[in-house]
């Protein structure tokens, strides 16, 4: 198979031993056994998989036949667990082993027909449980991938799509263009602002707001090129939280009374998930932490593994030898009052 020949092909990836060895203590002290099988996925390149989000706007025949024909698989049923009429028009492809399929490039006249991604990425966005008509909040949105999967989950009133960081800004709104039709351009709003500021500039403005918050992201941070940046990225890390909560506090004060928030990293790192949504908790008033929803864990479960936590607030989707999806940790919050 010439797709798998390519993969092959490519230079091996090499990894940070500092890194490695902060993570062996402290991903064995957190998540015990599961830590090793993690390991395994994360130090094999070869092993590591794409899920294929489509795109509702664009013509899709020829690509839902192809694969088909490649042995891809939906992710998700077609119709919602709880209600057999209700049709779910998130469309996410999965393989049972690592394919991959080429990315697409941008051409002005022409919409991109889907995006590749981490498949366990889009349960944050399932986690928001969208309505038709809402107002949402991608709080930090580059490169663009959630706010795709919210616009391929329902037409919102408004979804409001930020990002500080300038060059990633221009980055998303790449995406938004590549993807989304001018007619439904007017549904975004794009902004380049610090999301820590959002909470008190638009308070109350939204049904629902995502935090998928800047983290230590396990996958690249283990193939840093050199020792002295495996280190620096180790200090950078102790500063993660502070930065994660305070979003999490702005994005808390930008929902309305009876919204939800979820937060979501790609780190396995507790300090930055649990850690972080607990100190909330006990620092804002009004705010209840909500279960995933069962449905969303029993139609998942083939394909992520979440890891065993009791007690926990929220759910970590951590990679294992037979289902590699991950590291993926939601968390969803309701604001009381
Ligand atoms: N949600 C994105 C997606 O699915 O494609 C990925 C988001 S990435 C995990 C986190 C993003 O948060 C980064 O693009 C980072 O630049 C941005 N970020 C960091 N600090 C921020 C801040 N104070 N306000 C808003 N965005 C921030």
């Known amino acids: 198979n010439t797709l798998a020949a390519q993969c092959k092909s490519k230079p091996q990836k090499k990894v940070c031993k500092t890194v490695l060895k902060h993570f062996d203590a402290q991903y064995s002290e957190e ?21 294929v989000l489509l795109n509702r706007f664009s013509d899709l025949t020829n690509v839902k036949q192809w694969l088909a024909e490649l042995g891809y698989t939906n992710l998700l049923p077609q119709t ?21 399929i080429p990315t697409q490039s941008h051409h002005p006249s022409w919409l991109k027909q889907y995006f590749l991604l981490n498949a366990a990425s889009l349960l944050p966005v399932l986690s928001l449980n969208l309505k038709e008509g809402e107002n949402v909040l991608d709080l930090c949105a580059a490169p663009g991938g959630k706010s ?22 221009d980055w998303l709104l790449k995406t938004l263009v590549s993807y989304v039709p001018p007619a439904q351009r007017h549904l975004l709003s794009v902004t380049h602002l610090d999301g820590r500021s959002i909470g008190s500039v638009q308070p109350g403005a939204y049904d629902k707001v995502l935090v998928d918050a800047p983290c230590s992201n396990d996958w690249s941070w283990l193939y840093t090129p050199d020792t002295n940046q495996g280190e620096m990225w180790l200090k950078e ?22 919204g939800v928030v979820v937060y979501s990293t790609c780190t396995m790192s507790r300090a930055e998930n649990q850690s972080v949504v607990e100190a909330v908790l006990a620092s804002y008033q009004g705010v209840e932490p909500l279960e995933l929803e069962q449905y969303l864990i029993d139609s998942l479960s083939d394909h992520f593994c979440f890891a065993h936590f009791h007690p926990s607030v929220g759910q970590l989707v951590i990679p294992q030898r037979d289902k590699t999806w991950g590291p993926m940790y939601v968390s969803r919050l309701r604001r009381i009052y």
């Open 31 to 51: 998540l015990g056994e599961q830590w090793y099988s993690a390991r395994d996925v994360l130090l094999n390149p070869l092993s590591w998989q794409y899920g």
């Open 80 to 100: 919602h667990p709880k209600s057999q009429t209700a049709h779910i028009p998130l469309q996410c492809f999965i393989h049972q082993d690592p394919v991959r």
């Open 148 to 169: 795709l999967a919210i616009l391929q989950t329902v037409t919102p009133g408004l979804l409001q799509c930020n990002e500080v960081d300038r060059h990633r800004h």
């Open 237 to 258: 890390r102790t500063q993660l939280p502070l930065l994660q909560k305070e979003l999490l506090w702005s994005a808390l004060a930008a929902v309305r009374p009876g």
